[in-house]
């Protein structure tokens, strides 16, 4: 029997690194949560290599991996702590380690969140376990950061003249210069309906909310019953 493959060819996985690189970063560059991330924690070795610290790393790196993830030792001795640690900021890595003979003769491991760039001095003893639960830290401000961003940027409208003007009018309090955000409108379902909306505001319906409560109402433009709010914005 011959059948068609179910496949989809609609550019998700480019869209999704789009996605993530909008959502998450800053103007340090990427912020990739700790799920996601190749290197979850990267070592630096303060100012440079040396067998003393190499020695910690490997201990480091021993205890973190037994516990699944995934570190890395930067063993560039060209380049100085400060680029490296630029350097790692830009690429996203969740959380930077760093070593030096100081922390050696203190027992213990600066900690660096790439999230909200706080640090701290931990013991060697419990740097494992301290990154272990900071990464599951991280994962979940990143989500509830972004969470909270798409919840204050969205609006509920309920008639066409508030939807235009959101639309249209900036939003200096969002820091959107063209105004919107998305907006939760009524729409009655049909496509010609959809498509007069865009002709005079020039936005389309990004979202059905699959979570969206069943709420009865009039569609903003055409006033015809309407089963539930949609999501609209301005496409770019």
């Not at 301290?130 to 409208?157: E, G, P, S």
């Amino acid at each position: 029997i011959e059948e068609y493959v179910w496949a989809t060819s609609w550019g998700v996985s480019t869209r999704l690194i789009g996605a993530l690189i909008m959502a998450h970063s800053d103007d340090d560059g990427m912020v990739i949560p700790p799920k996601l991330a190749a290197t979850q924690v990267i070592i630096v070795p303060i100012p440079k290599p040396s067998p003393e610290i190499g020695e910690a790393a490997d201990k480091v790196m021993k205890a973190l991996r037994a516990k699944g993830i995934r570190v890395k030792y930067d063993l560039d001795d060209k380049k100085r702590p400060g680029f490296k640690f630029a350097e790692h900021e830009m690429k996203g890595i969740p959380v930077r380690l760093g070593i030096g003979m100081r922390d050696l003769e203190n027992g213990q491991v600066e900690v660096a969140r790439r999230d909200t760039k706080e640090k701290k001095s931990v013991p060697f003893d419990g740097v494992a376990d301290y990154v272990a639960q900071l990464l599951d830290d991280i994962q979940q401000n990143l989500f509830d950061r972004a969470r909270l961003f798409r919840d204050t940027h969205t609006t509920k409208v309920d008639n066409f003249d508030d939807f235009r003007s959101l639309i249209e009018t900036p939003r200096p309090e969002l820091s959107e210069s063209w105004g919107g955000g998305f907006i939760s409108a009524h729409w009655d379902g049909t496509t010609e309906t959809e498509l007069k909306i865009k002709e005079l505001t020039k936005a389309t319906i990004r979202c059905i909310p699959l979570d969206a409560e069943k709420e009865a109402g009039q569609c903003i433009l055409t006033g015809k019953p309407s089963q539930g709010r949609v999501l609209f914005a301005k496409a770019y």
